[in-house]
T-cell receptor
């Protein structure tokens, strides 16, 4: 079926450590995979995205990797800071121009 | 660039009442999306406009829900005969040609 699985659902790391969140998707035709950060009471904010013609993309402390063969992609945050604490969602663009979102990962960075 | 705006931010209504939400997308964005988000879940696609044309609707979208984008700019989402199960955050997003979507702050609906 159409879904995006996201793991873990909660993640706690010490400040300065790295955090990794993984997602898998089912539609082999998907070619666009954004990641969003959502703080309490706010809408999701796009932090990074990747298209299927590349395997990795980096923006300062944030990177995303994509494995199209295995149909999974991951978010990597290095040198985590307390302000990185939020809920992170992955998404995949499926056939029909519909986005399907993961169930979210609540990240807590412990000072 | 003022971002996507949504009004109202919060709405409390009684079961059976009708409610309408508004979304103003980023200027010149031709695509507009509505999503519903419940606690602990990711946004769930409801419907999508390209300019004024409604191109996709989720099969999960009840016939009590209707959306319009009459001039290809702002959009409204109406829920008729609200039910307690409609309580959620309703999110709007817009994009310009590309896939990149930008979300608004959402409208939180509580049905009593």
């Amino acid at each position: 079926g159409e879904n995006v699985e996201q793991h873990p659902s909660t993640l706690s790391v010490q400040e300065g450590d790295s955090a990794v969140i993984k997602c898998t998707y089912s539609d082999s035709a998907s070619n666009y995979f954004p990641w969003y950060k959502q703080e309490l009471g706010k809408g999701p904010q796009l932090i990074i995205d990747i298209r299927s013609n590349v395997g990795e993309k980096k923006d300062q402390r944030i990177a995303v990797t994509l494995n199209k063969t295995a149909k999974h992609f991951s978010l990597h945050i290095t040198e985590t800071q307390p302000e990185d604490s939020a809920v992170y969602f992955c998404a995949a663009l499926y056939t029909g121009n519909q986005f399907y979102f993961g169930t979210g990962t609540s990240l807590t960075v412990i000072p | 660039d003022t971002g996507v705006s949504q009004n109202p931010r919060h709405k409390i209504t009684k079961r059976g009442q009708n409610v309408t939400f508004r979304c103003d997308p980023i200027s010149e964005h031709n695509r507009l999306y509505w999503y519903r988000q419940t606690l602990g879940q990711g946004p769930e696609f409801l419907t999508y406009f390209q300019n004024e044309a409604q191109l996709e609707k989720s099969r999960l979208l009840s016939d009590r829900f209707s959306a319009e984008r009459p001039k290809g700019s702002f959009s409204t989402l109406e829920i008729q005969r609200t039910e307690q199960g409609d309580s959620a955050m309703y999110l709007c997003a817009s994009s310009r040609f590309s896939d990149t979507q930008y979300f608004g702050p959402g409208t939180r609906l509580t049905v009593l």
